[in-house]
């Protein structure tokens, strides 16, 4: 699941390179650029908060076996944070909804069969997830703070937990990795594109099969408001 994440940031990332790359002059050395626009100023300054929407998949024992598109499911999120400076922030979010897949286990089942062949029931099951989030935003790294600039490139990690509602009753830390895209609509407003990966152990979802890296991923769509 871990190996699946990193090489979809990787691929992601690869795909907008061309949105950074500057051209130096001959025996110029390619140097990050100051960030002399950027308003450092206190505690209070570089805030913002965000709402997002999208689908989310869950990746468990028997999840597999069943048609990935009947296992995707919705998933909301709020989350407020803060840049420190031009390149690095922080951001808490609520997240969560509901996951869906199979599972053998009669007990948290349905009772709705999938494959009977399989002993198979559908499964679904609610979640809410917290998550610290520490971000880079690696064009302004790359090409120095430009106040104008229409579009951020912003891989993340963080850790947070996932905890289960309804008959799973379980709480997982649960690190992630992820990848944010923003598209500046105003001066305070941004579109944004985000996609997450978190591990959640084995038995999140209640049935237990030896595997360590069962996790998620998520793809969700939002507006980001600069408050401050």
Known sequence: ??????????????????????????GEPLLRKP???????????????????????????????????????PKFEVYAGKWFDDRFGARLGLGGFQYKGATQDPNLGTGKVWDASQ????????YLNVNADFMFNWLNDVNGYSEQRLYSLIPYAGVG??????????????PSLGIL???????????????????HGDGFDGEFGGRNAEGSLAALVGLNFKIW
């Open 1 to 26: 699941m871990m190996k699946k994440l990193v090489a979809l940031i990787i691929t992601l990332t690869s795909l907008h390179l061309g949105y950074a790359e500057t051209e130096p002059k001959e």
């Open 35 to 73: 960030s002399r626009a950027y308003q450092f100023g206190g505690i209070q300054d570089n805030w913002f908060v965000g709402v997002n929407a999208g689908g989310a998949i869950y990746f468990g024992d028997h999840d597999k076996q069943m048609d990935l598109g009947k296992r995707i499911s």
């Open 119 to 126: 002993n198979l029931q559908y499964q679904k099951f609610n």
């Open 161 to 174: 937990l996932m905890i289960g509602i309804d008959h799973t009753k379980k709480m997982r830390v649960s």
């Open 181 to 199: 895209q923003t598209f500046r609509l105003s001066e305070s407003l941004d579109l944004n594109i985000d996609v997450r990966g978190n591990i």
